[in-house]
């Protein structure tokens, strides 16, 4: 790895370690939430926000600013927390996650919070939109670049597929999908619940480029995947093979803590947990 | 001239096409739901996505959120199956996008029962800032195309497959929100939306002959209702016969009786009372009694049924 890309790793590495400490405090405070599919997804979403998205720091509506779709809308403490992190929301506003009268909604909404690019969480629709988005984006000369994070039990869902086949046909070079590929869904294994293999030939199929990471959780792959799919030459999809509740031990692997907030004392020990391997 | 509005609909569409923020997507019905014609003259602003309506439906959200203006089109009933990404990826992200239902209510006639949309103006009706607009022949429905798509936010516009008779006045300027009187009259208002109103009209011609005097609305916007102009005429009148080719339950009918509870002011509904079956547009009309004669049938029935309660509780004809 060239020398700028392990300095870069080493940029975002302290950059995750909060988001992911973020994360186990608003979901703590908000007695409830969904901490397995944010942790999985923290280098994503930081090497997304913090290396490769085209922003203009406190302008949610620069017309030419890269679009990220949360499709997975029940991960989007982790983007909160990004947005903590590059000062666009207060540390105290983070706290208010799901509160009555809070822009931090359990779900995304872009009306109370601009910088959600769309309102997700009835999973299977964000890939739709951000095609959309991409058709437009094309239309107006590729003004910007569409980045769309979908969680994997979310692909069981038929529309999905409508989406895929119809940017297989359509081909908008600045699509770039992105699966967090955690393995574990709200009732238990994905491969359990509704198994997705052969994953990257169903995307390849639907003439896709794809690339697979064997480790999601690795700046050191992510970031690099994410610069070759935002040159263009797409629609891409990076295959994130992540582990859900990733940094905290007693949430890895484990469906219990797709959708639960922590305990006083459990977050005591997740956020000791994160300091320590962070 | 007698035309179908989802051909009027398909003229405005191209003639719209001129501005190009206006994008469409269709589903495999093009050449039904009439979005042909723009495909046709703008050919790099159509998105033909094949029969996956929730995918199409997602599409025109997000190009609506990056600036468009796109009109989604399909079978009113296909639509409505979509509700669920009606309901989050368009309304809920308040993005302007123009949802088109063609093939409208038991009047498509042969294809029978799962081509219609009987279901549609009630599950819109139900979403907040959804407007939802049902014209009832082509000068209103050109007029609302274009209204629409001035309109920035979410709407339903609903249209027919069959030709409708013309019922606006020459000159008529199609507003958004107002109801439009089409005839005066003094025992009883019938307000009509769609298809139906030109049957209406017939009926009020019918039963004039009989010495009833019928006064006759075009309820095109159903949402935002035109409370309004409704509680007026319904309390000039003293009663109100909604008439709309849509289930019975949450169309026409319902907008009114919700909107006139309060104000004491009698409402009958009368719409599709089953599902629908396989038949000619005019044998279903006539099954259902939303012709000329089946429509006529239910003011003879309300008026009736009024003068004997009146009879009953000694209580005059309302001025």
């Known amino acids: ?278 | 001239m007698a035309e179908a509005t989802r051909v009027s609909f398909g003229r405005a569409l191209a003639r719209l096409g001129a501005d190009p923020r206006i994008v469409v997507l269709d589903a495999d019905l093009a050449s039904s739901t009439n979005t042909k014609a723009f495909a046709d003259r703008y050919p790099e602003r159509f998105f033909q996505v094949g029969i996956a309506e929730g995918n199409m439906v997602g599409m025109a959200a997000g190009l609506a959120l990056a600036g468009k203006i796109p009109f989604a089109a399909s079978f009113a009933c296909f639509l409505a199956g979509r509700f669920e990404q009606i309901r989050l990826s368009v309304a809920y992200n308040r993005a302007n996008v123009k949802l088109v239902g063609t093939h409208a209510g038991v009047g498509i006639g042969e294809d029978g029962y799962s081509q219609m949309g009987l279901e549609d103006v009630a599950l819109m009706r139900t979403l907040p800032n959804m407007i939802v607009v049902q014209p009832a022949d082509a000068l209103e429905t050109e007029q609302a195309v274009e209204c629409l798509a001035a309109h920035d936010g979410p709407a339903y516009l609903r249209v027919t497959r069959q030709k409708v008779a013309d019922v606006s006045p020459p000159g008529y300027r199609f507003q958004l929100g107002k109801a439009v009187p089409l005839r005066e009259g003094r025992d009883l208002t019938v307000a009509a939306s769609g298809a139906v109103v030109g049957h209406a009209l017939e009926a009020a011609t019918l039963l004039a002959a009989e010495g009833i005097d019928v006064a006759v609305v075009n309820v095109s916007t159903l949402k935002p209702l035109d409370a309004a102009t409704l509680a007026d005429r319904g309390g000039r009148t003293g009663a109100i016969l909604t008439v709309e080719d849509h289930g019975v339950v949450g169309g026409l009918g319902s907008a009114v009786a919700e909107a006139l509870a309060e104000t004491g002011i009698p409402v009958r509904r009368h719409g599709v009372r089953d599902f629908g079956e396989s038949g000619t547009g005019a044998a279903l009309y006539a099954k259902h009694g939303l012709d000329a004669a089946g429509i006529a049938t239910q003011v003879r029935a309300f008026l009736g049924e009024r003068g004997a309660a009146r009879r009953a509780t000694g209580t005059g004809r309302p001025a």
């Open chain 1, 1 to 278: 790895m060239p020398d700028a890309a392990v300095e870069e790793v080493g940029r975002l590495r302290p950059i995750v370690r909060r988001m992911r400490e973020r994360v186990i405090r608003m979901i703590t405070a908000a007695g409830s939430g969904h901490p397995g599919g944010s942790l999985s997804a923290a280098e994503i979403t930081a090497a997304l926000f913090f290396h490769t998205l085209r922003r203009q720091p406190g302008n949610p509506h620069w017309p030419e600013r890269d679009r990220f779709v949360i499709s997975k809308g029940h991960g989007v403490p982790i983007v909160y927390a990004a947005l903590a992190e590059l000062g666009e929301i207060g540390e105290d506003e983070a706290l208010t996650l799901r509160r009555l009268g809070s822009r931090l909604q359990g779900h995304p909404d872009r009306i109370m919070l601009p910088w959600v690019e769309a309102a997700t969480g009835s999973l299977g629709q964000g890939l739709s939109i951000a095609l959309g988005m991409a058709l437009a984006s094309r239309l107006d000369g590729d003004r910007f670049r569409v980045f769309c994070l979908l969680g994997d039990g979310e692909t069981q869902a038929g529309q999905v597929w409508e989406a895929a086949m119809a940017a297989g046909k359509y081909r908008p070079r600045n699509l770039v999908a992105i699966v967090d590929y955690n393995k574990v869904q709200l009732d238990g294994p994905v491969p359990a619940i509704m198994d997705l293999e052969p994953f990257a030939d169903k995307w390849r199929s639907f003439n896709w480029r794809v690339k697979v990471l064997a480790d999601g959780n690795d700046l050191a792959q992510v970031i690099p995947a994410l610069d070759e799919a935002g040159r263009g030459g797409g629609p891409w999809v990076l295959i994130a093979n992540t582990v859900k509740g990733k940094g905290v031990s007693f949430m890895e692997e484990t469906a219990a803590w797709h959708g639960k907030a922590p305990t006083q004392d459990e977050a005591a020990r997740a956020l000791a947990e994160i300091a320590a391997h962070g």
